[in-house]
Structures are given as structure tokens and as C-alpha cells.
């Protein structure tokens, strides 16, 4: 799970820059998880790239994971504006962007709740305020849902 999200980390590098300031807290009781690690790559990319378009090239990105029960929770975190809740009502809705014409297709968010919920049978949520949204994924140990 933590290599995947600093294999993200290490992709988006050059968008990271000096402005962010990363932090991990990966908990030391994280065992594997039975998963399509490539397709959570791609969460992890598309929460990561969002949180980083949030900040603008200044703030704290925090990743955290840690065991849940009989799942595991990770969060991705920034200190970006935060999102209104009709924002964050629709932020998982194929097509809905807040980004400008031609910054962002509408999609990363709706095909990160794919693979999270429909893949993994997991679940993934938005808190968000002014200075602190975090999305959190909660993905069961027991592997991928049944039929995937």
C-alpha cells in the first residue's frame, strides 16, 4: 500500500515542488492487502494530482494509512481552499470539474470511486473545509469484491 503511494509521490515530483510540504504517517501494523495495486496506483495518482491543483504550489499534503479493523484506511490530505459541500455532494459525479476548460476532464474522482467501491468493495469520502479536505479510502483486507 505505501509503496504505491510513494511511487505517486516519486511520479508527481516535479509537481510537488519546493512550495509542498509532504508528510507521511504510515502505521507500522499495515499488513498487504489482497488488491489491484496498479488500478489503486491510480487513485492514489488521481487524489494526489487533485490535492496538489488544490494548493496551487504551496501547503501540506499528508498521506496517512493505518490498519482499520479488518481493512485498511488511507487518507490523503491538503490545506488547499477546501470544498463547498455542493462541491463535495458532486465531486464523485462522472463529468463534474471544478477545473477550468481544459485542466481536468471530470473523470479522476469518479473512476478513483470505481476502483475503490466497485473493484475493491471499499469506500472512499470527502471532509472538507476551508484549509483541510481530506479524501479517506477504506479497503477491506479480504480482497477485491466478488465478481471483479
Known amino acids: 500500500m505505501t509503496s504505491g503511494l510513494d511511487s505517486t509521490l516519486a511520479m508527481l ?4 515542488g ?34 496538489l491543483d488544490a494548493m496551487d504550489g504551496a501547503g501540506t499534503l ?3 494509512v493505518r490498519a482499520d479493523g479488518d481493512a485498511v484506511a488511507v487518507s490523503i490530505a491538503d490545506t488547499g481552499p477546501g470544498m463547498s459541500p455542493q462541491v463535495a455532494e458532486r ?10 476548460v481544459g485542466k481536468g476532464t471530470g473523470l479522476g474522482l469518479d473512476i478513483a470511486r470505481r476502483i475503490v467501491v466497485e473493484r475493491h468493495g471499499g469506500t472512499i469520502t ?7 479536505t481530506a479524501l479517506h479510502v ?9 465478481g471483479s
Open 91 to 100: 465531486a464523485f459525479d462522472a463529468f463534474f470539474s471544478t477545473k477550468d
Open 13 to 16: 515530483g516535479d509537481r510537488i
Open 138 to 146: 477504506r479497503l477491506p483486507r479480504s480482497g477485491v469484491a466478488a
Open 126 to 132: 470527502i471532509d472538507s473545509r476551508p484549509g483541510a
Open 18 to 51: 519546493g512550495g509542498v510540504t509532504v508528510v507521511r504517517d504510515y502505521g507500522s501494523d499495515v499488513r498487504p492487502i489482497d488488491a489491484y495495486a496498479s488500478e489503486l496506483n491510480q487513485v492514489w495518482t488521481n487524489l494526489i494530482d487533485n490535492a
Open 62 to 64: 499528508r498521506l496517512t
